[in-house]
């Protein structure tokens, strides 16, 4: 079955997906260099089996691109707050032009200096964070990145939403092998994952999260209606607030619970600041940092343990032999 509920799914050349995503997007007013670089980010999710970030967005699109803020055609230019920060304003577009805009100077920030900030403003946000520090590791740095969205998860201990869904994604550079790469939401769940529990009408896990009126529940409307719960009570819920702090006040933009003001009530996606950490893996050590993370990566693959990112590499090495799947409904939908 796939994600939309059909189960006809054809596979289209990597060129072709980028085109009908840029093409939607065009179609809707966006910019060329905005729809190009949103389009390469969704295809690089739908290619690499990462299906709530890929495709499916699009329809979602309309809501954020008709928000009275948005901008189909942001210009951001990165300004050198100092020698090894960087910020750059995504003026009410999509972050992902003003990330892509930001990265080659951090990039040369972290190589001259050991470590180096990019500060991402104003953008609405819609897409997963591994295809930014995956690039950056890339270039043999190593990376965090983070971002807050929307009041939707309650603290651990509280009833009602404060805290983002606030993904953590973070890189490491590795010689012979696509770098270490994870990425997900400080929530027990995604948002869209309990939306599924709903639509196919099921009930969720325990500990994902509670009614309105701030009690435990496993009915996914409730808790889609009330509060999402952060993953492993306090220890998620301190995570989901270093992240608040560290691309909210910390680079001077806002938090879950003001993006969720800012959107009143137009569904769009949340529209805040990213923060993108970069070091010098060999900065501190004397020993060659690369070498000493393999011996820890061998001790995952004596245990049959498996590395996070492993799976995506290889829906990419398929994707690649085999073309990109996508449902043919879900064509039928975007197709302009
Ligand atoms: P998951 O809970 O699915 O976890 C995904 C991460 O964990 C991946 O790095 C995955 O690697 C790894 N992983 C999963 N299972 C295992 C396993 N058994 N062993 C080792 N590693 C494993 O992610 P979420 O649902 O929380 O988040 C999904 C995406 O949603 C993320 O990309 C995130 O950026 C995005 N998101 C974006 C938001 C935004 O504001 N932009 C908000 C919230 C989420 P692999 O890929 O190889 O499976």
New binding site residues.
Partial sequence: MTQDGSNEVIRLPESAVLALAADFLLSHGLGADHAGSMARILTA?QR???L??GLQRLPGTRDTISHPRFNRTPDPKPVDVSAAITRIDAQYGFSCLAVDRGLSSLVEKARTLGVAILAVNNGF??????PVVEAIADHGLVALSM???HAWVAPSGGRQGLL????L?FAWPRRDAPPY???????A?????IARYRQEGRTTPEGWGLDSDGEDTRDPAAILAGAMLP?GGHKGSALATMIELMAGPFIADRTSRVSMEFDAGASA??CHGELIIAFSPGILGDEDPLDAAESLFQGFREQD?????????RERETSHRLGIPVSKSLLERIRV
Avoid: M
């Fill in positions: 999710a690499d089996g990462c709530s970030h946000h819609s897409t997963a964070l591994w971002n807050p969205t983002g869904t606030n993904p994604a790469v994870f990425d997900f939401a400080t929530s769940a995604a948002r869209a994952e993953f996606a949340p343990a498996r590395l996070p990112g492993e799976r995506r590499y």
